[in-house]
């Protein structure tokens, strides 16, 4: 079965009604014939500050200001299956935070590296609406979710875009056959003189927001949207649609089913991402060191997980010399600049320098080019091994991160 959604219409999720106390906003909580001390009485604060909090955000029309009061642990939300599931877990695992998950259907988990928090398995679109609602504080999921279910919204703040997997883009595919064989671009889909008011260009799709924002945002005026939850590519070929608008990563399945790309139709590129609330990152007792420190492991991981370490031996006079000779070719600069020591060598029982030891780090597409241009300059012994972690002083996207906050 598939919806009609008009241009003009804007789907909103609805928050969850449990975040909101089940009894209702007028109950009469402090009158009881039992006397309040004690346990009762820290209970009966705790519901008049969420009482208070949910009467406050239902005058401001807001659905989601009680969750960050009420506890202690920071949620980390990651996904619960799916393409991104194992890869967040391995990525946590390369950062050296375990997730203890004792087996798969267990939704809550623990990370021993961080005391203070609990891991929450939800779907990617559940992890996003949940960042809204404060039940919880940072998420891993795709850059697409975060726009289609976040919308735009200010309390979502992105602290590390490029978590390096879940690749894709959400990207307009047309047929490649009859009336949209020569049309190669948006600019052509939408001068084409079939769509009208009465015969719009149908498209089909999951991204229900995205969708009609990227059309309108495009000026392209006639236009409906179809919704359906799996193998939109199937859409063209069986007359439901004109086109969709779908992810795409390695393009297998729009070439499969005879539809192509055009130019100017990509609505956004999506990875990985560390996502947070914040206003839990303002307002949540350790949620902003846990997210710094989480935000390091991954810097560190990521930065080091596209470099090579290579050591080699050079002859030389001097490390000055050495250096000077090393500094003559682009990719061998490293880091900061090579690290030269002497390598002391015995020769007839006296201890002599002949040779130097060059370390750099190089990126791992340029490791060929740079073992080339270290034998250019007399290199000899060249090693190579896999970088693990690269702590710089301090991460470009924590300061970032305190901006956005405002700090
Ligand atoms: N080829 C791809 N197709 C779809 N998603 C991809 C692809 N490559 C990477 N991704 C990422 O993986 C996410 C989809 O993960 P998953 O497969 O678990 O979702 P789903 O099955 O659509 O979710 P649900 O079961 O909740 O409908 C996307 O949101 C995107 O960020
Ligand atoms: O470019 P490709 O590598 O071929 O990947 C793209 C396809 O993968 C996803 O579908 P999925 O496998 O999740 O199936 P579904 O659409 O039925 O949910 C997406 O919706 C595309 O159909
Ligand atoms: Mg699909």
Redesign the pocket.
């Known amino acids: 079965m598939s919806i009609s959604i008009p241009l003009n219409t804007t789907l909103q999720y609805s928050s969850s009604s449990s975040l909101l106390p089940s009894f209702s906003l007028s109950s009469p909580i402090t009158s009881s014939a039992v006397p309040v001390t004690g346990i009762r009485q820290r209970c009966l604060r705790m519901v008049t500050s969420c009482v208070s909090n949910a009467q406050k955000s239902v005058l401001n029309g807001a659905t989601d200001a009680v969750s960050v009061v009420g506890r202690e642990q920071i949620r980390l939300g990651l996904?619960s299956?799916?393409?991104?599931?194992a890869d967040s877990l391995d990525l946590l695992k390369d950062c050296q935070l375990f997730v203890k998950q004792v087996n798969p259907r267990q939704y809550v988990a623990q990370i021993p590296q961080l005391p203070n928090t609990e891991v929450w398995f939800q779907?990617?679109?559940?992890i996003v609406r949940k960042l809204l609602s404060g039940d919880l504080d940072l998420g891993i999921?795709?850059?697409?979710?975060v726009g289609e279910f976040g919308q735009g919204n200010e309390d979502l703040i992105i602290v590390h875009e490029a978590l390096n997997f879940?690749?894709?883009h959400l990207s307009l595919a047309i047929p490649n056959y009859g009336i949209f064989e020569n049309i190669k671009s948006l600019k052509e889909l939408a001068q084409m003189p079939q769509w009208t008011e009465e015969r719009p260009l149908r498209v089909a799709t999951?991204f229900t927001y995205l969708g009609p924002k990227f059309m309108k945002e495009n000026g392209i005026k006639h236009v409906t949207f179809s919704t359906a939850?799996?193998a939109l590519e199937a859409a063209p070929a069986m007359g439901i649609a004109d086109a969709i608008l779908?992810?795409?990563?390695?393009g297998t399945?729009l070439k499969e089913n005879n539809l192509k790309e055009i130019e100017g139709g990509v609505v956004l590129k999506?990875?990985?991402a560390l996502v947070a609330s914040r206003r839990a990152l303002t307002e949540r007792k350790g949620a902003l060191e846990t997210v710094h420190e989480v935000l390091e492991r991954l810097e560190a991981h990521l930065k080091a997980d596209g470099q090579f370490t290579v050591v080699a031996n050079m002859r030389g006079t001097d490390a000055e010399e050495v250096a000077e000779r090393v500094k003559t070719q682009p990719s061998l600069t490293g880091l900061q600049g090579p690290t030269i020591s002497p390598v002391y060598c015995k020769r007839d029982g006296k201890v002599s320098i002949e040779y130097y030891a060059i370390v750099i780090c190089v990126p791992k597409k340029a490791l060929y080019e740079s073992v080339q241009q270290l034998r250019a300059v007399g290199g000899s012994g060249v090693l190579v091994s896999p970088l693990t972690y690269i702590f710089d002083e301090e991460t470009p996207r924590w300061s970032q991160l305190l901006s956005k906050l405002g700090m």
């Open positions: 996904p299956k799916g393409r991104m599931a779907r990617p679109k559940d999921v795709g850059l697409d979710i879940g690749d894709c999951g939850d799996g779908d992810l795409v990563s390695s399945t999506s990875q990985a």
